[in-house]
Nanobody, 127 residues
Framework: QVQLAESGGGLVQAGDSLRLSCVAS????????MGWFRQAPGREREFVGA????????RYADYVKGRFTISRDNGKTSVYLQMNSLKPDDTAVYLC????????????????????WGQGTQVTVSS
């Protein structure tokens, strides 16, 4: 089992930055591929980005590419989402997720590939 806890959300203005954190416990963190997703009211959960076990590979959704950056610190069992140039459309609950499968190096964008989820942290961007 893996427990995930996000933090760092809040209310900001368009153009501002936020850094989200996700702390993991319960399993060797450096064996987990990690992802960030978001979900706005009335919308499906959507992929934001993912990072490999060692942090040497990342993948981003087109709508955040160039603005958001994912990183991880395996020593602190944490993954981060640095969000710059925030837009009102970025308003959502942001969730981190863990993919425990180690049979490939694919960074999946579909939520069904992630077995563990945090509760999420709210990000609200005002115009």
């Amino acid at each position: 089992q893996v427990q995930l806890a996000e933090s760092g959300g809040g209310l900001v203005q368009a153009g501002d930055s936020l850094r989200l954190s996700c702390v993991a416990s319960g399993r060797s963190f450096n064996t987990l591929k990690m992802g960030w997703f978001r979900q706005a009211p009335g919308r499906e959960r959507e992929f934001v980005g993912a990072i490999s076990w060692r942090g040497d590979s990342t993948r981003y959704a087109d709508y955040v590419k160039g603005r958001f950056t994912i990183s991880r610190d395996n020593g602190k069992t944490s993954v981060y989402l640095q969000m710059n140039s925030l837009k009102p459309d970025d308003t959502a609950v942001y969730l981190c997720a863990a993919d425990k499968n180690s049979y490939n190096t694919i960074l999946y964008s579909a939520p069904q590939h992630y077995e563990y989820w945090g509760q999420g942290t709210q990000v609200t961007v005002s115009s």
